[in-house]
């Protein structure tokens, strides 16, 4: 039918759009291959010595030169310093390195709540280009981190930019699910996921060291952002502003109607605005739910502890350690050149995202989900037994990096994406709001915590490091086969009607037994 459609309108506003999302990936992955790079600068701008082999180790992780050169001058004797200085010092820079890091979290878990918010105030369009102003403010700040105390620089800038991306990973699934055509809408929402890992994938072929991920250039691929936000406040003045918005919020259906027939390439869009007028009228009969009653009303209580245990388990599998830290672990495991792997980790993540578009549909989310956090939980194992074992057999250093690529694969099969999916889908209109930003805020706030404790907690388990988080992908995975329930094949609507059946057969027996049946195990998933 002409009204689903892919035009070129369409695509142009999808793929300006998703830009935002490749923005957020960029900044998750653009942090990692310059680590020790970033770090030799830390020392050198806080005055902090270093002898001259561990810099030259430090160096070797990122390059792909035969003889390494020491990035910056350091102190050739460290004699003055004793022993108690140099572990202080070494401290204060695992500190500001952990925050350079985890900063980014932390602002995103500030805005993640507020994306929602300012899409309704300001509509979709002026929503994206007041974002943009963060980014673009926050990649000024680290373009320019060699100008000043380094350190302070990129913290403050990493932490804004995550305040760009909390908003952003509200605002652009939101925008995109709008704009799409029912047929469409799965495809197109699934791009935001794809964009991102994009963007991890570039920022780690521009961390090579030949490219910017060096000594002289790195400030610039921390900047690199500002020319994307650039782009994309440029593009979005031709993008059609969501018709959703204009009928829903404002009640401007004249304009509603020309948006979509921009959007749709044809002048009759009478069945998009049927379905946009029933949506009116549905949002109109739910009264809105706020965070706190997602908690005391026993109608929500159990699926939104069930939204935050997906992604809980989501951020402490241990796939942010990789993605943030992949370099240094690959070092661990003997690689000479650990950027390459990294970067091999990126193209495995793009791949397997990819797939899961297809998969999603056939395979249904919890069985997925249950297959990707089994994969992870045998890789995780594999993945430490090789670097307990590197000293004694060389050869374990590929089954550490096989089981790396192995690991995100899984993740991306499952635990990567669907928690989103399964959210939006626990709740209906009313609650869905508050439903959602709580989750994002949560996701955002397990991604700060293992931001910030991966160094210390990779220094304090050494190699045995995976096996923790082994135990923790376990212990999720056993909960989320008891307590998730499959929802393939569901609408919105039919998911919350059995949820309000079930809370509607409290009164023959305990309200308890009543949630838990609606949350256990389904017999026929």
């Not at 020319?227 to 969501?242: D, K, Y």
Request: hydrophobic share 45%.
């Amino acid at each position: 039918m002409t009204e689903d459609k892919v035009t070129g309108t369409l695509v142009f506003t999808v793929i300006t759009a998703v830009l935002g999302s490749f923005q957020y990936g960029y900044d998750i992955g653009v942090i990692n291959a310059p680590q020790q790079i970033i770090v030799a600068h830390y020392r050198h701008v806080l005055d902090i010595p270093l002898d001259d082999r561990k810099a030259i180790n430090n160096y070797t992780i990122n390059s792909t030169d035969e003889m390494p050169t020491i990035p910056y001058p350091m102190n050739p004797t460290p004699t003055s310093w004793d022993k108690k200085d140099s572990v202080a010092s070494d401290g204060l820079i695992t500190m500001l390195w952990s925050l350079s890091v985890s900063s980014f979290a932390v602002g995103g878990m500030i805005a993640s709540f507020f994306g929602g918010w300012l899409g309704d105030t300001l509509g979709r369009i002026k929503a994206m280009l007041v974002a943009n102003s963060l980014s673009l403010t926050g990649a000024l700040l680290m373009g320019c981190s060699k100008l000043g105390p380094s350190h302070v620089f990129v913290i403050s800038g990493r932490a804004i930019s995550g305040f760009y991306c909390g908003l952003i990973s509200g605002l652009v699934p939101m925008y995109v699910g709008e704009i799409a055509p029912t047929t469409l809408r799965g495809a197109l929402g699934a791009l935001h996921q794809l964009a991102i890992v994009l963007g991890i994938l570039v920022s780690q072929i521009l961390g090579l060291d030949f490219i910017l991920g060096n000594a002289d250039l790195w400030h610039i691929m921390l900047g690199l952002s500002a020319g994307r936000a650039i782009l994309q406040s440029l593009l979005l003045f031709f993008c059609p502003e969501s018709p959703r918005y204009l009928y829903i919020k404002l009640e401007k259906e004249v304009r509603a109607k020309k948006s979509l027939k921009k959007l749709r390439g044809c002048d009759d869009v009478t069945k998009d605005m049927i379905e946009i007028r029933k949506e009116k009228e549905e949002a109109s009969n739910e009264q809105k739910v706020s965070i706190i009653q997602l908690f005391t009303s026993s109608s929500y209580r159990q699926p939104i502890l069930v939204a935050l245990m997906l992604h809980m388990a989501q951020q402490f599998s241990g796939i942010n350690g990789i993605f943030y830290y992949s370099t240094s672990i690959f070092q661990s495991a003997g690689i000479r050149q650990p950027v390459y792997a990294t970067i091999g980790v990126g193209v495995v993540n793009t791949v397997f995202t990819a797939l899961s578009v297809f998969l999603v549909e056939k395979a249904g989310r919890r069985s997925l989900f249950l297959i990707g956090m089994t994969g992870m939980f045998f890789c995780a194992i594999f993945m430490s037994v090789g670097l307990v074992l590197l000293n004694k057999l060389t050869w374990m250093s590929y089954m550490s990096m096989t089981a790396i690529f192995l690991f995100v694969s899984f993740f991306e099969i499952g635990p990567g994406p669907i928690p989103w999916f399964m959210v939006a889908e626990f709740f209906g209109q009313g609650p869905r709001p508050a439903a959602l930003a709580l989750a994002s805020f949560g996701n955002w706030a397990c991604n700060f915590i293992i931001g910030l404790c991966f160094p210390y907690i990779e220094g304090f388990f050494g190699p045995y490091v995976f096996f923790l988080f082994a135990g923790v992908v376990l212990v999720f995975t056993l909960l989320i086969f008891f307590k998730v329930p499959e929802t393939k094949g569901k609408s919105f609507e039919e998911i919350a009607a059995e949820f309000r059946k079930k809370k509607s057969g409290s009164s023959q027996g305990p309200k308890a037994a009543v949630e838990m049946e609606f949350l256990g195990p389904p017999d026929s998933a």
